[in-house]
Nanobody
Framework: QVQLVESGGGLVQPGGSLRLSCVAS????????MSWYRQAPGKERDLVAR????????SYADSVKGRFTISRDNPKNTVYLQMNSLQPEDTAVYYC???????WGQGTQVTVSL
């Protein structure tokens, strides 16, 4: 079955960086685009970034453009989210998602605070 396991979250000060990872299994990873979403307390889950199956095309929410970078390693079935210049408004649980179906991992908490 499809499994998505996110990791790499934590507590970081404003201006800091984190790299999130998502290891996927149960499907042909290299055939599908992948996305990162985030959900802040009391808010809806929003799309943060998307990457094509080959990694040749990426897109970002306006709020993270120029600060976040999505990438993938198909042989490792892993998608990454490099987050730089983090701000308190980036605080959320971050999830990865495969293009098809409605599969979600447990998420990884990112907290940006002094």
């Amino acid at each position: 079955q499809v499994q998505l396991v996110e990791s790499g979250g934590g507590l970081v000060q404003p201006g800091g960086s984190l790299r999130l990872s998502c290891v996927a299994s149960g499907f042909a990873f290299s055939s599908y685009s992948m996305s990162w979403y985030r959900q802040a307390p009391g808010k809806e889950r929003d799309l943060v970034a998307r990457i094509s199956n080959t990694g040749g095309s990426t897109s970002y929410a306006d709020s993270v453009k120029g600060r976040f970078t999505i990438s993938r390693d198909n042989p490792k079935n892993t998608v990454y989210l490099q987050m730089n210049s983090l701000q308190p408004e980036d605080t959320a649980v971050y999830y990865c998602k495969v293009r098809f179906g409605d599969y979600w991992g447990q998420g990884t908490q990112v907290t940006v605070s002094l």
